[in-house]
């Protein structure tokens, strides 16, 4: 059964530093993978997401992912967080292209 | 790009009545609509898997009584939380899987009082 995980419910990191979001799936077939955004009382919003092709995928707002086959992750960076990065982050992983399998999320905060 | 149009974004209600939360896709068909409910520092359920013109496909747990879910056309579904009591105080999201994959609704906030 497909299963994602998301290290770490809340991650802090100071504004410039690099952000680096955690998440590793289990999937008996090549997955599709996601990444989304939610911020406060909002839907929401694709950052990224992997299907085919190059392992390292950028998104909007700076962000990108490497799908790593090896180690089953597909975690999420940005090389210097903003303050209106802090938001909270969902990955979620897909078999079929059809339905969701999701992660518990991460929180980030930013630190001033 | 795709978007999906989801009303209201909040509303309050009392306890025994039904709230009506709707999702439109708005510039392409959506034959299949998700609806999640989010609990406060949780990840999202899926509550229902809703193809047009059939019946929901209703998650282990969830009520489909309770929750009524209509997919009449392409660009329309709506779920009615029937009897609202207080425990159903939620964040709801809907997506729409559409030829570009997956647009995700802007949510709704129900709180019942």
């Known amino acids: 059964a497909q299963s994602v995980t998301q290290l770490g419910s809340h991650v802090s990191v100071s504004e410039g530093a690099l952000v680096l979001l955690r998440c590793n799936y289990s999937?008996?077939?090549?997955?599709?993978l996601f990444w989304y955004v939610q911020y406060p009382n909002q839907g929401l919003q694709l950052l990224l997401k992997y299907t085919t092709g190059a392992t390292l995928v950028k998104g909007i707002n700076g962000f990108e992912a490497e799908f790593k086959k090896s180690e089953t992750s597909f975690h999420l960076t940005k090389p210097s967080a903003h303050m209106s990065d802090a938001a909270e982050y969902f990955c979620a992983v897909s078999e079929n292209n059809y339905q969701l399998i999701w992660g518990a999320g991460t929180k980030l905060i930013i630190k001033p | 790009g795709a978007v999906v149009s989801q009303h209201p974004s909040r509303v309050i209600c009392k306890s025994g009545t039904s709230v009506k939360i709707e999702c439109r896709s708005l510039d392409f068909q959506a034959t299949t609509m998700f609806w999640y409910r989010q609990f406060p520092k949780k990840s999202l359920m899926l509550m229902a898997t809703?193809?047009?013109?059939?019946?929901?496909?209703?998650e282990q747990g969830v009520e489909k009584d309770k929750f009524l879910i209509n997919h009449a056309s392409l660009t329309l579904s709506t779920l009615t939380v029937t009897s609202a009591h207080p425990e159903d105080s939620s964040f709801y999201i809907c997506s729409a899987l559409g030829g570009l994959g997956y647009t995700f609704g802007s949510g709704t906030r129900l709180t019942v009082v």
């Open positions: 809703s193809n047009e013109g059939s019946k929901a496909t209703y």
């Open positions: 999937s008996s077939v090549p997955p599709y």
